[in-house]
């Protein structure tokens, strides 16, 4: 998720110079991932991914997972 957020970055940074801009014109993106334990146990763990970016405008994310923690695999919650 970084990652890819990174390389959109560079790929809009690399934009501005291309079409004539300055490093100057260019506004670095702002990336921020954190994550929230929900819940946990010795079975389970349950937690919230958020990702933020911004540059001219924002927008977040939020992914959920549900991990039994016994075998590893995500649990779907009906």
């Known amino acids: ?4 957020a990174k390389q959109r970055a560079r790929e809009y940074q690399e934009a501005v110079v291309a079409t004539g801009g300055s490093l100057d014109d260019y506004r670095p ?12 146990d010795d079975k389970l763990i349950s937690f919230i991914i958020t990702k ?8 977040t994310e939020q992914y959920f997972y549900n991990i039994d923690l016994e075998n590893g695999k995500e649990l779907n919650l009906k």
């Open 29 to 40: 993106m702002v990336i921020d991932v954190n994550y929230e334990i929900t819940y946990q």
């Open 52 to 59: 933020f970016e911004s540059l001219a405008s924002a927008y």
């Open 1 to 4: 998720m970084l990652d890819e």
